[in-house]
């Protein structure tokens, strides 16, 4: 029988819902139990777990790294694709699958700053692919607008105004 405090613990270690699935599956309970103690339908526990049975040949799992920088744990083999720990500069080396997937991780993500279940902007410019979260990049677009208008000037004032006179007018 499990204790309720330490399956506490376990999930609490995991930063999303899909960790603490992982996690409580390793400590042996059923898929039922598991959705029981986290309050989740069967069917999403179902599928967190199946879906890590179709990664297992070349995959990773999508695994918390705990204290370490590493973000990735290879499930089986060399050629497993994994997320090696993060440098000072903030770099990763990050080896692809064989069907051209990529792991990054929890750890990676968060500290992009892009949250589990979002969604993001992928931007390719010379031979370099980056990742935005959903508020960085909307800061993009509101800069890349911002060149387009002269001066220090207000779309929303200007619309206003635009508006009071075609009121004006009529």
């Known amino acids: 029988m499990h204790k309720p405090d330490h399956l506490r613990r376990l999930v609490d270690a995991e930063p999303t819902v899909s960790g603490k699935i992982r996690a409580l599956d390793r400590a ?3 898929r039922a139990d598991i959705a029981r103690f986290l309050g989740k339908r069967y069917q999403h526990v179902r599928n967190v777990l199946e879906a890590d049975k179709g990664r297992e ?3 990773m799992a999508a695994v918390s790294s705990g204290p370490s920088d590493q973000v990735g744990v290879p ?3 060399e050629e497993a694709p994994r997320v090696e ?3 000072k500069s903030g770099m990763a080396r990050l080896q692809t699958s064989p069907d051209g997937g ?3 991780g929890p750890d990676l993500l968060r500290r992009a700053g892009i949250a589990g279940d979002e969604r993001v902007v992928a931007l390719v410019e010379d031979g370099r692919l980056s990742l935005l979260s959903a508020a960085a990049a909307m800061r993009r677009a509101q800069e890349m607008v911002r060149q387009l208008i002269p001066g220090d000037d207000s779309l929303a004032d200007s619309l206003i105004a635009d508006r009071r006179r075609e009121a004006k007018n009529e």
Do not use: C, E
Request: aromatic share 0%; net charge negative; proline share 7%.
């Open 28 to 30: 042996g309970l059923s």
């Open 57 to 59: 040949p070349g995959g």
């Open 75 to 77: 499930l089986t083999g």
């Open 85 to 87: 720990a993060l440098d």
């Open 102 to 104: 990529l792991h990054l």
